[in-house]
């Protein structure tokens, strides 16, 4: 049973570029959530996304968007990169009708220079 | 607004005896409470999940109780092994959209099991 992928694991860019992070969800589940970790934190929400629709978003800006395809992968994209952006970004999956319980990828590390 | 908190960053405990993670909360609308465990350069792992109507849930050396008139919420482990050295999160979920919910977290607890 494959768990929650990312790619890439580790990304290094440079201020102002636009970055674009990958997963694929648990098999199974539906329902895809992104998180922002940053360095001695939890991770805070991003946005969540069901039936290829972003649910909710948090507190982030309009730079953070993001897909999710038919076969339910997503993509989190940034633009207009600030060194404040550098963290560590997860993706959780969970199934629709559940989705307080979500499980996390590994994460992919962004550096921003 | 730190709806979840975690107030001990680290906590250091010897082989074999108890551990207690604890976690504050202030918002009465989160309706689950879950722990994760996250060991370096990984995602964190759900260990234990309990609803908002429980006070205890149970599953093998890992017990989290709830009380909901301090708005507090533990993870006990019994007993400490050295493989449970990882950063704790607690999180609890809140409903976002009808059906949807997301997960609020703490900052962690660092957890040491000493031999």
């Known amino acids: 049973d494959a768990g929650v992928t990312q790619s890439p694991t580790h990304l290094i860019k440079t201020r102002g570029q636009q970055v674009t992070l990958r997963c694929s969800p648990k098999?199974?589940?539906?329902?895809v959530s992104w998180y922002q970790q940053a360095l001695g934190q939890g991770p805070q929400f991003i946005f969540q996304y069901y039936e290829e629709e972003e649910r909710q978003r948090g507190n982030f800006p309009d730079r953070f968007s993001g897909h999710q395809f038919p076969n339910y992968s997503s993509e989190l994209n940034v633009n207009a990169l600030l060194l404040g952006d550098s963290a560590l970004y997860l993706c959780?999956?969970?199934?629709?009708?559940?989705?307080?319980?979500?499980?996390f990828g590994p994460g992919t590390r962004l550096t921003v220079t | 607004d730190q709806q979840v908190k975690q107030n001990s960053p680290s906590l250091s405990v010897q082989e074999g005896r108890i551990s207690i993670l604890n976690c504050d909360y202030t918002n009465s609308m989160f309706d689950y409470f879950l722990w994760y465990k996250k060991y370096p350069a990984e995602g964190p792992t759900f260990l234990i999940s309990?609803?908002?109507?429980?006070d205890k849930n149970e599953d093998g050396r890992f017990t989290v109780f709830l009380n909901k008139s301090a708005k507090h919420l533990s993870l006990h482990i019994v007993p400490s092994q050295p493989g449970d050295s990882a950063v704790y999160f607690c999180a609890a979920s809140v409903h976002i959209i009808q059906g949807a919910q997301k997960l609020v977290f703490g900052q962690g607890t660092r957890l040491t099991i000493n031999p």
């Open positions: 309990i609803s908002s109507i429980k």
């Open positions: 959780a999956s969970s199934l629709e009708w559940r989705t307080y319980e979500q499980y």
């Open positions: 098999s199974g589940h539906d329902t």
